[in-house]
């Protein structure tokens, strides 16, 4: 077995989108090797409306997924697909805008916290048009896996023998929501072939064998090559996002909502969304 040894942290920056978000981006829009084949995270969270409620009006994306996990409050969201609803605590929004899709984001006031994370997960170039596809996915149908002192939420992969319920995603990453009790050490067994990257977003805690450095609510662990995740939770507790997946290794065109692998292609993609082409049939 080895042990992933850290290899940066990414303390991320506060940004706003769409049409007056206050989010914190942890990255995004920088080296796309370092975090491959993910692109873009952004923690969301407030107690005051104003700092959300303006959302993410119409907007295209295309060679991309875009996921997005409540973990409190509610946001409405439509698309070219046809659909439409809402998503609230600990449900999952998974959309694959392949060829292209044009869809809102639009949260509701709600009393407390609004917080969640939207992640932006690359297509490989043969997947970069295939046909557009949106799933929900409801709390309770989200499993878990219980170790010693740690609770893992299941959305995308397999762990444990158990799978989440996002099945059949192009690039297979695992999405795990993990909670560690105060002062728990375990260890997790990763894919050899994948980035391993760990978002704090309560307590702290580290995630190397030498516990070199505790990494706090709001920053990022991007760890190095291995088969297994050392996690010792500090005093007050860990939880955190991993994400994990096999990098792409391919070149990245990228401009605002659109990924592609050539700036030719881009450019298309950008034409075709001002003639009203965008959508494929």
């Given amino acids: 077995m080895k042990i992933r040894a850290l290899k940066t942290v990414i303390e991320g920056n506060w940004v706003m989108e769409g049409a007056g978000v206050k989010l ?6 920088g080296d796309t090797g370092l975090t491959d084949p993910f692109l873009l995270l952004d923690n969301f969270g407030s107690d005051d409306p104003k700092d959300y409620i303006a959302g993410f009006p ?19 969201h439509g698309d070219s697909l046809g659909n439409s609803g809402v998503i609230a605590d600990g449900q999952v929004q998974w959309m694959t805008a392949g060829s292209g899709i044009i869809h809102q984001e639009m949260p509701k006031a709600c009393e407390g916290n609004m917080r969640g994370f939207q992640l932006w997960a690359n297509l490989p170039k043969k997947d970069k048009m295939t046909r557009p596809r949106y799933r929900d996915i ?16 299941i959305i995308c992969g397999e762990y444990g023998g158990v799978e989440g319920p996002a099945q059949d995603i192009i690039i297979r990453p695992w999405f795990f929501d993990v909670t560690a009790e105060p002062g728990a ?11 391993v990257l760990c978002c704090v977003f309560e307590g702290a805690g580290s995630f190397d ?23 010792a939770a500090s005093r ?21 909502p659109i990924v592609m692998n050539t700036q030719s292609e881009l450019k298309t993609a950008f034409d075709e969304y001002r003639k009203g082409t965008f959508i494929k049939k």
Wanted: with cysteine; proline share 5%; aromatic share 8%.
């Fill in 24 to 29: 914190h981006r942890v990255f995004g829009f």
């Fill in 236 to 256: 007050e507790g860990l939880r955190f996002m991993l994400m994990a997946g096999k990098p792409l290794k391919e070149p990245v065109a990228w401009r605002g």
């Fill in 138 to 153: 409801r709390a309770e149908d989200i499993p878990e896996v219980k170790g010693e002192g740690y609770t893992i939420k």
């Fill in 58 to 76: 119409w907007h295209p994306h295309r060679g991309i997924e875009t996921i997005t996990y409540m973990i409190e409050g509610v946001v409405e």
């Fill in 209 to 231: 064998k030498e516990k070199t450095l505790s990494v706090g609510s709001g920053q990022l662990a991007v760890m190095e090559e291995g088969d297994a995740l050392a996690c």
């Fill in 185 to 195: 050490e375990f260890t997790l067994n990763t894919r050899p072939e994948d980035k």
